[in-house]
């Protein structure tokens, strides 16, 4: 039997998903590598995009822009054009695919490498141009070994004469990047150091390791650095000490960042390998990596600032070539100097500098005070990007208070990546996938923060499938259900009998306390709460995402809801299951539902001495209530959410008998939420 698949153009501007079982014989069908989607599209329909989508591009900025997609290409007026252009397929032969974008990237890095000793260095963009073309405009003619290489890339067909050529070509794989990023963040809980920290890990992994990287040469050789992951491929004469240079970039912006980059000996064979011989060469870039990453050793505990000397500070400036974001001047104004025995901010060094905040003068070491200048030096970056996707206006929180009274820390992590990772038989296909799933991140962030209303907040680290923001907690629910839905559409299967692999979803945990609970105890709770919403997609079939939530309260955490004869909470929650929660106390709330009726049947499970005791007394109540709006309102949810609602308490639907399974009930869920969530539109 024949596989449906979806009118790609179709998908692309409108939205739309129409399943296709008959095609013409003109039709070309793919796999898209990161969602598993079976898409077709007839071939002069293909042509015709291709020459509006990259006819245009005439000039060696243009092909940049095209080649590394910013955050700022998710711009909402051009969506339309945006998935055409990311999702564009290139076939090397009537089965061989990979996308438009990381084929031309390729076919210029690898046409470089094989031409590089003859072309000037004068005359660099010229040849990209004239490569671009070629590549453009299919001519088979020119650069043959390079045409050989791209194909190799994506179809396991080989020519053995090419095969010799491609082996001779000897180039360099620099690898690397920053690890343990969140020890990094949390060395502090000021919200101007943990957005500087994670402006420089930005900085430094996708902008300054990358130019290092490639300098001499061109920035088409760095093949990907989504997330701060650098891969590159170098000429032979690439210096060993290119990865040590990097790594005393880091030591010079971020002292206190661990980070590790290697360079291995490798060939243009090796590095257009596909399937299993690319899994051995990444198998060894990895081990050497790892190695690096073992041997290294820090000087966490170095007080001083890396850029001063004699009590003179280096100015730099924050670049962003491939954005029209502008460059952002970094100067130390303002800094005194004090020897003091520990740093306000991180309590671990010593603190040699002095910084006016307010009317206040707070001691920092070098670490606090480069990630303190460049946060607050930086403060709308994440703002102007949200600003220039949706056209919404938002000010940068200055303080944590500013956020607002009660704040949500959320910590979200995707599922299932390692399926999509470990079905990887290429570069190209990397490549699209670190692309894809940065972009997703932002994405889903900003059509959240949009869809929940939310205008205050903190974006600490959008990036791959890790998103750790600050919001308002009256707004926090809404934003995380918006949030993985959003998520899990960037990486649907739109035809899921096309794949057995389990779907990308999102998990994700969230903290909720006063602005004055110091933010690393929050995100500490809040990640626990990601580890067990993510277990719970270990444990449901239909895996569509999660979450898992606590109430930090004074001197406690509000985690506990489990007593010797009924779980008196349903968390960790899935998507369903949250977003119906959410509409439900709305539902609630608009009728007029005060919070006493569920007060006292919490208080009734928490106390019971058997679960027949607790259905007695709901049953009473509901019974003497002339309104059985709250009753009729949970049997709904419990219907829509797989539950049956008997008596005050939820059972999974399920075959055997109801008696055996564990009894749920929701009241401190609603309570929790209840204060949350704001009158308005259902999800």
Not at 128 to 150: P, V
Not at 400 to 409: C, S, Y
Not at 498 to 506: E, H
Request: with cysteine.
């Amino acid at each position: 039997m024949s596989k449906k698949c979806v009118d790609w153009l179709e998908w692309a501007v409108a939205g739309e998903v129409r399943l296709l079982d008959s095609l013409k014989n003109t039709c070309r069908v793919w796999q898209d590598i990161v969602t598993g989607t079976r898409f077709c599209v007839d071939e002069y329909q293909l042509k015709k995009e291709k020459k509006l989508l990259f006819g245009g591009i005439d000039t060696v900025h243009k092909l940049r822009k095209l080649l590394k997609p910013s955050v700022e290409k998710n711009n909402r007026k051009e969506s339309c054009n945006i998935r055409k252009i990311s999702t564009f397929p290139y076939f090397a032969s009537q089965s061989a695919y990979i996308p438009f974008i990381e084929a031309a990237h390729l076919f210029i890095a690898f046409s470089f490498l094989i031409e590089q000793k003859s072309i000037e260095k004068g005359y660099y963009d010229e040849w990209i141009m004239e490569t671009w073309n070629d590549f453009y405009n299919e001519n088979k003619d020119k650069r043959k070994l390079a045409w050989y290489a791209l194909n190799r890339i994506c179809s396991p067909e080989r020519i053995p004469e090419f095969e010799k050529e491609l082996e001779a070509v000897r180039v360099k794989i620099l690898k690397g990047g920053p690890y343990k990023i969140k020890k990094y963040y949390l060395e502090t809980d000021n919200i101007k150091e943990m957005r500087g920290a994670s402006i420089l890990i930005e900085w430094l992994g996708e902008s300054r390791a990358p130019y290092i990287a490639t300098r001499n040469w061109i920035p088409e050789l760095a093949v990907y650095s989504g997330g701060g992951n650098l891969l590159a491929i170098l000429p032979e004469e690439a210096d060993e000490q290119l990865a040590l240079e990097i790594e005393k970039e880091y030591a010079r912006y971020a002292p206190t960042l661990k980070n590790a980059y290697v360079i291995v000996d490798s060939n243009l064979k090796e590095v257009s390998s596909y399937g299993n011989e690319y899994m051995d060469l990444i198998g060894r870039v990895e081990r050497r990596l790892s190695e690096r990453k073992r041997i290294k050793a820090y000087n966490l505990s170095e007080s001083k600032h890396p850029m001063e000397r004699n009590q003179h500070f280096a100015e730099f400036i924050l670049e962003y070539p491939m954005e029209s974001m502008p460059s952002q001047k970094i100067d130390f104004g303002g800094v005194g100097f004090r020897n003091t025995d520990n740093c306000d901010s991180c309590r671990v060094r010593r603190s040699l500098y002095t910084l006016r905040v307010g009317d206040e003068l707070i001691n920092l070491c070098g670490s606090c005070l480069q990630k303190h200048v460049v946060g607050r030096k930086t403060k709308n970056r994440f703002m102007e990007r949200y600003r220039a996707s949706t056209g919404n206006e938002v000010e940068a929180a200055g303080m944590i208070r500013d956020i607002g009274n009660e704040i949500a820390v959320v910590y979200a992590d995707g599922n299932n990546m390692g399926g999509i990772i470990q079905g990887i038989e290429s570069l190209a296909q990397m490549a699209y996938f670190s692309r894809n799933t940065a972009a997703a991140a932002v994405l889903s962030c900003f059509n959240a923060l949009e869809e929940s209303g939310t205008t205050k907040f903190e974006s600490i680290a959008v990036g791959g499938d890790d998103i750790f923001m600050i919001v308002p907690a009256e707004t926090a629910f809404t934003f995380v259900n918006s949030l993985i839905s959003n998520f899990n559409e960037e990486f649907r299967n739109l035809t899921p009998e096309a794949s057995d692999r389990p779907p990308v979803t999102l998990s994700a945990g969230m903290a909720i306390g006063k602005y004055t609970t110091p933010v690393r105890e929050l995100t500490n709770e809040a990640e626990h709460c990601m580890k067990r919403a993510k277990a719970l997609i270990r444990m449901d079939n239909k895996n569509q995402g999660s979450l898992d939530f606590v109430i930090y309260r004074a001197s406690y955490c509000d985690d506990e809801y489990v007593n010797k004869h009924l779980r008196t909470s349903i968390r960790p929650f899935s998507l369903k299951l949250s977003i119906e929660l959410v509409n439900t106390v709305r539902k609630l709330i608009r009728n007029g539902q005060g919070k006493s009726a569920i007060q006292k049947m919490l208080m009734a499970a928490e106390q019971a001495e058997s679960e027949e005791e607790f259905r007695l007394f709901y049953l009473y109540q509901i019974a003497k209530s002339r309104d059985k709006f709250l009753h009729v309102a949970l049997d709904e949810l419990a219907e829509n959410c797989g539950y049956k609602f008997i008596s005050g308490v939820l059972k999974k639907k399920v075959q055997d008998d109801e008696n055996t399974q564990e009894s749920l009930t929701l009241w401190k869920d609603l309570l929790d939420i209840w204060d949350y969530v704001k009158e308005g539109t259902e999800i």
